[in-house]
């Protein structure tokens, strides 16, 4: 068990460009979330994906945000267009989930997003 | 989503106990969960609860669950300055699908 790992840890982008950042999760959790943290803030949910299937999209990602998982592995989140809103970091967790039950969350260490 | 609540701050001496609190609103909640978070950091799992529990402890941490008041509290006892760090309260929802997190109180531990 690695744990949840992300990559890069820091970006910083100019106003306009599109990012992309990874999320490999733990082997064997079939659940995957995207999170939003700005400073000061709880986590924020984005997305989850159960397998490859993504169940559920916060009103907060917007249409310029869009999530994989292809293989119900590793997932990526690209921001298109970025602005200085976007600014926060993005956190993934995972988990291992059937029906209504839930494993805790397990996270990674985030991906730092620097909108210039 | 979800009201997950918690005080901003809370500040204790090396030794003492540090009590930080939570208020929730949703009554479906199945678990609730403890999460700390040091600087540049994700957040780590410290703890949870059942919601048919009203307390669990594990070496210095307490947790106490008053379901009635919807109140949750992590007690820390013999606060360390590794214990210097943001503590997120959060809580999983009836479906346990989703998960909602209050904004964390930042302890700070004096020597």
């Known amino acids: 068990d690695t744990g949840v790992s992300q990559d890069p840890r820091h970006k910083i982008t100019k106003r306009g460009q599109n990012v992309t950042f990874r999320c490999d999760p733990i082997?064997?959790?079939?659940?995957l979330y995207w999170y939003r943290q700005t400073l000061g803030q709880g986590p924020e949910f984005l997305t989850y994906f159960q397998n490859e299937a993504q169940l559920e999209k916060s009103r907060l990602l917007s249409d310029r945000f869009s999530a994989e998982r292809p293989k119900g592995s590793f997932s990526t989140l690209e921001i298109q267009r970025t602005e200085q809103g976007d600014s926060a970091m993005y956190l993934c967790?995972?988990?291992?989930?059937?029906?209504?039950?839930?494993?805790?969350?397990?996270f990674g260490n985030g991906t730092r997003l620097t909108v210039t | 989503g979800e009201d997950v609540e918690q005080s901003l701050f809370l500040s204790v001496r090396e030794g003492d106990s540090s009590v930080i609190n939570c208020t929730y609103t949703?009554?479906?909640?199945?678990?609730l969960y403890w999460y700390k978070q040091e600087p540049g950091a994700g957040l780590q799992l410290l703890t949870y609860?059942?919601?048919?529990?009203d307390m669990k402890q594990d070496q210095r941490l307490t947790v106490l669950l008053n379901k009635k008041d919807k109140h949750l509290s992590l007690r820390i006892a013999d606060t360390q300055t590794g214990d210097s760090a943001i503590y997120f309260c959060a809580e999983s929802t009836g479906t346990g699908n989703q998960f909602y997190f209050g904004t964390g109180t930042s302890l700070t531990v004096i020597p």
């Open positions: 609860i059942f919601s048919n529990m």
């Open positions: 949703d009554s479906s909640s199945t678990y």
């Open positions: 967790a995972s988990s291992l989930g059937s029906g209504q039950y839930n494993s805790p969350l397990h």
């Open positions: 082997s064997e959790h079939n659940r």
